[in-house]
């Protein structure tokens, strides 16, 4: 395959045909079920479905089958299962359900209006991740383009991710026969550390979530009568979050959340703060002379895959500004996120964490931990000979740079689903949410030249996989 004639066949197919229906798409509020529960009366997750549905009736491959899943009171899943030359099969994946809006749009932009500024496409979804299934029909067109044989090929798209994927596992067993046996696994939804060259995630965080409640009164009282009798549910909060975080330096306190890093996972670190410097912390949004937690570029991508950090993300019993009266207030809930190391089980996580919390609460106040799913992480197997090759060829073809391998601190939880269920399988697991594209917060954006270029690798590293033997000859 030329790649060059790749690349241009993906400059014009994202144009003419990507970029008009992801416009579409960024225009439905199709909010993942953890943050629409009425998300089946409210119609968007099949409003999405029916676009990309109508969609891959004109694009696509040619011989192609589109299969629909429905199991009553799940999201649906969408599966393109597209013949190849051998039965080997590569699993390609990506996700349709979104985050919510946020707040924090600037000025003529919004999470539900598509905004094209340059190379950029702006609005909720677009790079996280509604891209991923015409992205991956681009690349087997490209590859169809210049007669070029690949293996059998099975996309698919989930409306739960964003959720921790409740729905998935149902289907995986229903479209086993679909599925198969993937000797490559190519997942579209992840990040980059920069736009300049192709890198590859080798490992993701898990994540544990739950609502912390102290309850220290049945209903609040005047301030000045209960204040320093009483002690502040606040307060509370803040002494059993020093149990599990270090105020002052962020450091996970719980030794069992903790793993020994691998080393090569230590060597792809140094590699990547070699080629990133301060850029792995300049491209967020800081305020005025605030600083990272360290001045070591490679702890702190460390410290972004493979250390366990804590933040909380949400909270309840304390009023707006504007109604905060000068009440004791009679509970605090914390809505707390952790994300784990790749191989620490998130069962085991979980278990640190609610004993760590609730264990001998300070003055005897009623604790209590409502826990979310929990979402365990992933470590890739080594990249075999074939696949490094390909990622070096594309990356450097298409950008002049080599590719860069490193863990990613989101989750995916699919993927470590799919390395424990396929565990001779190799992994190409990338995305385009690159340095400012602030997937899940304000201005999300998709970087269109990159993902163009993205595209045309996926589609070299499908020509290897067949060429190469992929997962049998791996």
Not at 56 to 67: A, D, F, Q, W, Y
Not at 74 to 86: A, D, K, N, Y
Not at 138 to 164: M, N
Not at 347 to 354: L, M, P, W, Y
Request: charged share 25%; glycine share 10%.
């Amino acid at each position: 395959m030329d790649l060059e004639k790749a690349r241009a066949f993906a400059d014009a197919f994202w144009e003419e045909k990507i970029l008009p229906a992801l416009s579409e798409y960024i225009r439905i509020p199709v909010l993942s079920r953890a943050f629409d529960p009425d998300w089946e009366t409210n119609g968007h997750t099949d409003r999405a479905l029916t676009l990309v549905q109508d969609w891959l009736e004109e694009n696509r491959p040619k011989g192609s089958t589109v299969h629909v899943g429905k199991i009553p009171g799940r999201t649906p899943v969408l599966l393109v299962e597209i013949p190849g030359v051998s039965d080997e099969t590569v699993l390609m994946y990506g996700h349709l359900d979104k985050q919510p809006e946020m707040t924090g749009w600037r000025a003529g932009l919004s999470a539900w209006s598509p905004v094209r500024e340059g190379n950029r496409l702006y609005g909720r979804g677009g790079a996280d991740d509604g891209y991923a299934v015409f992205a991956s029909v681009a690349a087997i067109r490209a590859l169809d383009e210049q007669k070029t044989s690949h293996a059998r090929v099975v996309v698919l798209i989930e409306f739960s991710e964003e959720s921790g994927s409740p729905d998935l596992p149902a289907y995986m067993e229903d479209f086993s026969s679909v599925i198969g046996t993937p000797g490559l696994v190519v997942a579209l939804d992840s990040g980059v550390s920069n736009y300049e060259q192709i890198w590859s995630t080798t490992s993701l965080r898990g994540v544990v979530g739950c609502a912390l409640t102290v309850e220290v009164l049945r209903e609040g009282v005047h301030s000045g009568d209960g204040s320093g009798l009483v002690p502040s549910s606040f307060r509370i909060a803040r002494q059993l979050l020093s149990r599990l975080e270090d105020e002052t330096t962020g450091i996970v306190r719980p030794a069992g959340l903790q793993v020994t890093i691998p080393e090569a996972r230590l060597g792809e670190a140094r590699a990547a703060a070699a080629a990133l410097g301060d850029k792995i912390h300049s491209v967020f949004p800081w305020v005025s002379r605030m600083r990272p937690v360290s001045d070591d570029p490679v702890e702190l991508l460390l410290n972004r895959t493979w250390r366990p950090e804590l933040e909380v993300t949400g909270q309840e019993g304390i009023p707006r500004l504007g109604d905060a009266g000068n009440v004791l207030r009679p509970f605090t809930t914390l809505k707390l996120s952790m994300r784990i190391p790749p191989t620490l089980s998130p069962a085991r996580a979980e278990e640190i964490f609610r004993e760590t919390l609730s264990h001998d609460p300070p003055y005897g106040a009623h604790v209590s931990c409502k826990f979310d799913e929990p979402a365990g992480g992933w470590d890739a197997p080594p990249l075999a000979p074939w696949l490094r090759e390909a990622l070096e060829e594309s990356s450097e073809t298409l950008f002049g740079k080599k590719a860069m391998h490193l863990g990613d601190g989101g989750s995916i939880p699919f993927i470590g689903t799919l390395g424990r269920k396929f565990p001779e399988a190799q992994f190409f697991i990338t995305g385009v949410l690159g340095p400012e594209s602030n997937a899940h917060g304000p201005n999300e954006f998709l970087s269109i030249g990159y993902a163009k270029k993205l595209t045309a690798a996926v589609s070299s590293v499908l020509e290897a996989q067949m060429t190469s033997g992929g997962r049998l000859r791996g």
